[in-house]
């Protein structure tokens, strides 16, 4: 008996190399110019394959003829599955980001931390700092990303001025510009780190427990997600 299931163990593994060879081969040949397949799983739900490509999660069946660009939800919990999983690939060591290139900035007793990437000229950016001035008793670490065209200038404007911290939040919370300047910016460093990162869009959170949250929350929802993330 144990053979055999060693036997149908050794079969399934099998199946699921051919079907990773497969997807490899004809992703390799329809699109040749695509980024690298970065990861590749069978899912439980009717035989689809998740793939990471770039740092996004996608879709594909066995012989990866067709590709799916979306989110799979569970019908009966109404969960999404792929932002759960999302959560899980791409989580973060907290501690071990480079907190030398971010503008740190203590809140209250400064015991929860909230790590993110920012865009000058982000629109959902400027509305994240005003609910971000909701919110005490938070240590915040802000990675300048300049992913919008001009913004490197403007990102380079920051870094070099007096007070970059203050010159940060007199652009988001009051739209008055950063004065022109000149210094060596920390900026393509963060780019890099972004990319690593798998940092696709602004604004982008990273808290304690080194879940990532893209996009925009509001200060109800920033309080929430702060204190589970501080639980041990």
């Avoid at 939800?73 to 969960?79: G, L, S």
């Avoid at 403007?154 to 007096?162: D, P, Q």
Wanted: charged content about 25%; overall charge positive; some cysteine.
């Amino acid at each position: 008996m144990k053979k055999i299931f060693a036997l149908l163990l050794c079969a399934i593994a099998t199946l699921a190399h051919a079907g990773e060879a497969e997807i490899r081969a004809s992703f390799g040949s329809k699109f040749p110019t695509m980024e690298k397949i970065e990861h590749i799983v069978k899912t439980p739900y009717s035989g689809l394959y998740e793939i990471v490509i770039g740092g996004q999660i996608m879709y594909t069946d066995e012989l990866g003829t067709y590709l799916f660009d979306g989110s799979v939800i569970d019908m009966a919990t109404r969960t999404n599955l792929t932002e759960k999983r999302s959560q899980e690939l791409f989580a973060i060591d907290f501690d071990k980001l480079p907190f030398d290139l971010a503008m740190k900035r203590v809140k209250g007793n400064g015991k929860r931390k909230l790590a993110y990437f920012s865009d000058p000229n982000c629109g959902y950016c400027k509305k994240l700092e005003k609910e971000l001035a909701k919110v005490s008793d938070v240590t915040l670490y802000v990675f300048l990303y300049p992913i919008f065209q001009g913004s490197d200038v403007m990102v380079r404007n920051i870094h070099c001025a007096k007070d970059p911290l203050k010159t940060w939040d007199a652009w988001m919370l009051n739209s008055v510009t950063p004065p022109a300047a000149t210094c060596k910016s920390s900026a393509e460093k963060v780019l890099a780190l972004g990319k690593r990162l798998h940092v696709n869009g602004t604004p982008n959170l990273i808290f304690a427990n080194g879940i990532q949250s893209p996009g925009y929350l509001p200060a109800d929802e920033l309080q929430k997600s702060l204190d589970a993330a501080s639980i041990k």
